[in-house]
């Protein structure tokens, strides 16, 4: 017969784990991922938990007669931004977590 998993050791791990998390996303915090759409007219600066810090717009791109072409640019760049974060976000937090992160642990 199997023996049966060591339930204190198991909830150790899962807390260490949990403090593993939490000081990962604390960190994330402190990490900025750049961004650019337009060639680099607009650029914007997103943390590694998602929180959109800067965005920056060169005067070459504020064209008053395409107002849309500069609101297409700004969302690309934020887009890409939080996508670039988000990624950096699952290589913190999956080399913990072993995939769990889906669970919520």
Not at 63 to 87: C, F, K, T, W, Y
């Amino acid at each position: 017969m199997p023996q049966q998993p060591n339930m204190q050791q198991m909830l150790k791990q899962v807390q260490k784990m949990q403090q593993e998390v939490l000081a990962a996303q604390e960190s994330l915090k402190d990490e900025v991922v750049d961004a650019s759409a337009g060639g680099g007219m607009v650029t914007v600066a997103v943390t590694g938990d998602l929180r959109v810090k800067s965005v920056k717009i060169a005067p070459e791109a504020i064209d008053p007669d395409d107002p849309e072409l500069l609101q297409d640019m700004v969302l690309a760049a934020v887009n890409e931004g939080l996508r670039a974060a988000q990624e950096l976000a699952n290589s913190k937090l999956g080399g913990i977590t072993g995939g769990l992160g889906a669970l919520g642990l």
